[in-house]
């Protein structure tokens, strides 16, 4: 029976993503953010107290999203 000897550490680098992809990336995340933004503004005219809520705390998040993004990219936007 043979036995496995390990062998030596390979250094590898973590591939980064091309910059192309970062920034479709960062569209993206700008549209889901106007996407709930609006679609959180649109539940706030809602005569329902409960779907109103819902929509506030939805552009709540887009707000945050938008921030998480704005913080990433500085004044670039």
Do not use: C, F
Request: charged share 30%; net charge negative; no cysteine.
């Amino acid at each position: 029976m043979s036995e496995l000897i390990p062998g030596p550490v390979v250094d590898r680098e973590i591939p980064t993503p091309e910059p192309m992809e970062i920034i479709i990336g960062e569209l993206v995340d700008k549209i889901k953010g106007n996407v709930n933004e609006a679609v959180g503004k649109a539940k706030q005219q809602s005569n329902d107290p409960e779907t109103r809520a819902d929509g506030a705390a939805q552009e709540g998040k887009a707000q945050q999203l938008g921030g998480k993004i704005k913080g990433a990219l500085g004044d670039d936007i």
